[in-house]
């Protein structure tokens, strides 16, 4: 048996039933699997905040990598979870590792989670967050916006919302198998719907619960799918999953920024699963990262004959 194999198993038999539970009793459930990040000395420090947002506080980790590449723009990431759930604390060693190996300093936002908050709120903190990055001088090189499955979602919609409001500091933008579409009607949905660890069941609870009494709503503040024009938006990363239901829409909104004449490196690993990249000690998942730190250094690089 091999190691995805092995993992998978493990992931299905002990990931909680969340689509069965009341959705602030499906959070705790899935929070309580948090483990303390084992891999603490990756950065020189960290600073736990608050950035104000006027209506609301949220909260922020910044990473300060122990050898800074001087010319990295700034990551600001935010964490998977299905809207519902993930933290700082449950993404806190992959953004440690983010730090040390792309030498860039990463603020991590606890932003918004359905059902308290709908759609627009948690994009709209990750703008905040990037806002108040620039104001404490961490914009110098840019920022780059990252995230994963919700968190792609989010990260996608702050790109579009800083590119409509005018001089976006954003260079870049890394969506990990992103969240995207509600509507759940892609080939890949169907042919991973169960066995895969997310399951269409469970996308279908992250759905309910983050648009509420309004299910079938489709526009720019649930997914950036929404929205029409998408031409000069920042340089992005993509990375699919081929046992993941996500897959498709990932490819899909890929597809769509290239023919909106944004450059796009488009990662697609056939034998993973969702949320592969971020688990720690993961075989498949650290040689997929060593691909990622590549394309983020090619990506970000100020020589052009760097960049791919």
């Known amino acids: 048996m091999d ?64 050898e800074r590449r001087p010319d990295a723009p700034t990551t600001v990431y935010a964490h998977g979870g299905g809207f519902l759930h993930g933290s700082i604390a449950g993404h806190d060693g992959f953004c440690r590792r983010w730090a040390r190996t792309t030498g860039a300093t990463v603020v991590s936002v606890d932003y918004r989670l359905a059902p308290e908050a709908g759609p627009g709120a948690a994009r709209d903190d990750v703008i905040a967050a ?67 660890f997310v399951t269409s069941e469970l996308l279908a609870h992250y759905w309910r619960t983050f648009l509420g009494e309004r299910p079938g709503r489709f526009d720019a503040d649930v997914t950036p799918l929404a929205v029409d024009d998408l031409a000069g938006l920042p340089p992005a990363i993509v990375v699919t999953a081929g046992l993941d239901p996500l897959c498709d829409e990932g490819a899909d909104y890929a597809r769509r920024l290239r023919s909106a004449g944004v450059p796009v490196t488009l ?17 498949p998942g650290i040689s997929a990262a060593e691909i990622l ?9 100020p020589d052009p004959k760097d960049r791919r």
Request: net charge negative; glycine share 12%; proline share 6%.
């Open 3 to 66: 190691e995805t194999t092995r993992m998978l198993e493990l992931l299905n038999a002990s990931f909680p039933r969340l689509a069965t539970m009341d959705p602030l009793d499906g959070r705790a459930a899935a929070d309580e699997r948090i483990r303390p990040a084992t891999n603490l000395d990756d950065v020189a420090a960290t600073d736990d905040g608050v950035v104000d947002a006027g209506t609301h506080g949220i909260p922020i980790r910044t990473y300060h990598p122990r």
């Open 130 to 196: 990037a806002d108040w990055a620039v104001g404490a001088g961490l914009g110098a090189h840019g920022l780059l916006l990252a995230g994963d499955s919700s968190g792609g979602n989010v990260a996608a919609g702050a790109a579009i919302g800083l590119r409509d409001r005018g001089a976006s500091p954003v260079v870049a933008q890394v969506l990990l198998y992103p969240f995207l579409d509600p509507t759940m009607s892609s080939e890949s949905h169907r042919a991973r719907a169960t066995g895969y």
């Open 267 to 283: 990662r697609h690993h056939p034998d993973q699963f969702h949320g592969f990249l971020t688990i720690p000690g993961y075989g």
């Open 293 to 301: 730190w590549s394309d983020l250094h090619s990506l970000t690089s």
